[in-house]
């Protein structure tokens, strides 16, 4: 965009986040923090069984507990069904359950601890019925139906294919192929905030206070559930305890059916073993790959097959994985395959990035082993894979790589320890975004979105509007509005906040900035080109003591008998063309050859963001999405026995890491500005996770030799990879 970089006073300044002091301070409100009079608490009853028939519910054992005010099942909700299934249109298992954890009745209570007593007491009679929760089992010919409903006579509920050149002749050309099979568990995006969600009758319909990531999606999915026009739902954002992908609707329409059904309050928020179990963890992927380089490192064949399970209900990211097996690196011949598995276990969702760092973990390890067997550096592999084709991202991101110490010195190692590799590009969403920009009666500006922020975005979108606006980042304050006054925008998730809300937000600045210039113009009886608007004054260029401050600019557009309409600048874009960005990361770990146990000692992150309007928080954002995929490398996934019965349901089971076990994290920010983007940022919340797993994995291979194909590279795996048995 416009402004050159010298002159910015407010973007590209690490700038502290708004709503950290009330987040520090433990006052700001998360859903489950906000109470209503004769507000009704909500318990649920969840399946121990991951397939079986429901042949007895009895309520009465619950309702004769106190306090215990109603038993809710399946048939009773004012839900109406969907055209084809889903969780949100069926959140109670009618006379089936179909996972473990599935909930198949809600009791209400007058407080938390009577619905739970109740929801002890009710009693459940099930008549098991035959599994197939992974995917070999799911696959079987033999294998129960997992959907009853789907039109599909197998399992498999989408598959997609993608064909290019001519595999055979790719072959021919081939000085080496290698092929091999990755997998990746179930995981959890392990937010520290339980799904949660108070719904609240009102004005004949409802307001909700849930813990979502997209406001507008939200009143949509629960308006339509329950039948009710959009002006009767009204959606209000508390602050979010993370989301990463996962809180993209799930409670909504059941905690809205029972306040409509009870006409109170209701309030439900899961245990954190009904999150473990019953949310919409990230989906398990199988990944074959084999794949021929020629003598260069130029790639001319890949065959690639991939899965993923499901869980019950679709929504696999095919598309995402196909696409960039077959394009992230330039492979003229190529066949791709990819199928969604349904099984029994809770239904799959997004987790930041979805599917990326599951093809990533298979192809960047995948080329390490080829450049192994080709003799080349791998940095010189990747760079002879993307070949003439290579961005300006790419390349800089390569040069910035080169410079840093630790890849310097990565020769000069102790033994057992390695450095490992990976790279990943960018695949940010794309969805309108509208934001407004007013001033205010003391010269600060109101700056109102329709978005959650789950990231700290909010501090960002007010730095661009106060360079715009030549004021002061704290003279913006940015206001999330309920879906009844907010100006729409799409979710926040897919990596386009700042990208598309941002440019948005920078559109409206400007507009308001306009509108202030022509007030002034007529009241300094000057040319709007010949004024300047800076630190909150407004003034002839070249003569400072002609000037007006914002605040009397204000009061010109907010009295009685004022001459001059308020000021209010609207911005709205739609973008429609994808920005590029690379980045690399470089992993040093230290192997115990004994034990297995993989110690990380430095991590380093070399992202593209085209430009970095909060520093500090982009760099925040690489430190949490390096970790989550440190996770996934190496402790975390939801653990499943052959009956579907999840083992690792609480969070001494589920290895989320501590402080503790996270390394020194080093960032390298490289600035190759995107066309859209405000000041040419791109966006930088989804892209930290992705390299992560083959990072570690080529790092585990430098420093020991062997590879582990499966996630996570616990230290049993690696032992049993380094002792062959
Ligand atoms: Mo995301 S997985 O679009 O929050």
Not at 496 to 507: F, I, P, S
Not at 571 to 578: H, I, K, L
Not at 666 to 693: N, Y
Request: proline fraction near 7%; include cysteine.
């Amino acid at each position: 965009m416009t402004l050159a970089p010298a002159s910015y006073t407010q973007v590209g300044q690490a700038t502290r986040r708004q709503d950290g002091p009330a987040k520090v301070r433990g006052e700001a409100r998360y859903a489950a923090d906000w109470h209503f009079p004769g507000t009704l608490h909500a318990r649920l009853v969840v399946s121990p069984y991951a397939h079986a028939r429901i042949v007895r519910l009895d309520p009465a054992p619950a309702l004769a507990r106190p306090g215990v005010v109603r038993v809710v099942t399946a048939a009773e909700l004012p839900i109406k069904p969907g055209s084809s299934p889903s969780r949100l249109r069926n959140p109670l298992a009618l006379d089936e359950v179909t996972f473990y954890g599935q909930p198949v009745a809600v009791v209400l209570g007058e407080s938390e601890a009577a619905a739970e007593d109740g929801a002890a007491a009710l009693a459940v009679q099930y008549e098991a019925l035959p599994v197939a929760a992974d995917l070999e089992s799911s696959l079987k010919p033999e294998a129960p139906s997992i959907r009853k409903d789907s039109k599909h006579s197998s399992n498999v509920a989408n598959r997609i294919e993608f064909k290019e050149g001519d595999l055979e002749a790719g072959w021919r050309e081939a000085a080496v192929v290698i092929e091999q099979t990755y997998q990746l568990p179930m995981v959890h995006q392990g937010y520290l905030e339980t799904q949660s969600c108070l719904a609240v009758p009102e004005r004949g319909g409802l307001t909700l206070y849930p813990s979502v990531q997209t406001l507008f999606r939200t009143r949509r999915e629960v308006a339509q559930a329950l039948g009710l026009p959009m002006s009767k739902v009204k959606i209000v954002l508390p602050e979010i305890g993370g989301g990463f992908g996962g809180k993209a609707v799930l409670l909504e329409p059941l905690v809205a059916a029972l306040a409509l059904l009870t006409h109170r309050p209701v309030a439900l928020s899961f245990t954190r073993a009904e999150d473990l179990a019953a949310a919409n963890p990230a989906p398990a992927c199988k990944i074959y790959l084999k794949l021929g380089a020629r003598q260069d490192g130029t790639l001319c064949a890949m065959q690639a097959r991939f899965w993923f399970n499901n869980g019950v209900y679709p929504s696999a990211p095919l598309q995402v994985v196909g696409f960039m097996l077959g394009h992230a690196y330039p492979v003229s011949n190529f066949e791709i395959e990819g199928q969604e598995v349904l099984s029994h276990r809770v239904g799959a969702s997004s987790y930041r990035a979805p599917g990326v760092p599951q093809y990533v973990f298979a192809l960047e390890s995948h080329l390490d082993a080829m450049a192994q067997a080709l003799e080349l550096d791998p940095l010189e592999m990747r760079r002879r894979c993307q070949g003439t084709q290579a961005s300006e991202s790419f390349r800089q991101v390569c040069e910035r790589l080169e410079g840093t110490p630790l890849w310097q010195n990565r020769r000069h190692k102790e033994p057992n320890e390695g450095f490992g590799l990976a790279f990943g590009q960018l695949v940010t969403c794309l969805e309108p975004a509208m934001a407004s920009c007013r001033l205010e009666d003391d010269g600060t500006f109101a700056l109102v979105t329709g978005v959650a922020d789950i990231t700290g975005v909010s501090t960002g979108l007010a730095q661009i509007a106060a360079q715009v606006l030549g004021v002061e980042t704290e003279q913006v304050a940015v206001v999330v509005a309920d879906s009844d006054s907010a100006p729409y925008a799409g979710d926040s998730g897919g990596s386009k906040m700042t990208y598309n809300l941002g440019a948005a937000v920078y559109r409206a600045a400007q507009e308001a900035r306009e509108q202030i210039l022509h007030i002034a113009a007529e009241k300094l009886e000057s040319s709007p080109d010949d004024l300047e608007l800076q630190t909150g004054q407004v003034s002839v260029r070249g003569t400072p003591s002609r000037s007006l401050s914002l605040p009397q600019l204000a009061s010109a557009t907010m009295n009685y008998e004022a001459a001059f309409t308020p000021v209010c600048g609207q911005g709205r874009v739609a973008f429609t063309d994808y920005p590029v960005g690379f980045f690399a990361h470089l992993a040093h770990v230290r192997v115990d050859p004994e034990t297995g146990d993989v110690a990380v000692l430095n991590y380093l992150a070399v992202h593209d963001v085209g430009f970095a309007i909060n520093p500090a928080e982009v760099e925040g954002q690489i430190h949490g999405g390096v970790t989550q995929g440190l996770g996934w490398a190496l402790y975390e996934g939801l653990v499943y026995d052959e009956h579907g019965t999840l083992l690792s349901n609480t969070l001494m089971d589920y290895a989320l890491q501590t402080a503790r076990q996270v390394p020194p994290i080093q960032t390298e920010l490289v600035f190759v500005p995107s066309e859209e983007g405000p000041f040419g940022a791109k966006g930088i919340g989804e892209p930290p996770i992705v390299p992560g797993a083959a990072a570690i994995g080529n790092a585990i291979f430098d420093a020991v030799g062997v590879r582990v194909y499966e996630l996570p590279a616990t230290p049993e795996r690696v032992r049993r990879a380094i002792k062959g048995h």
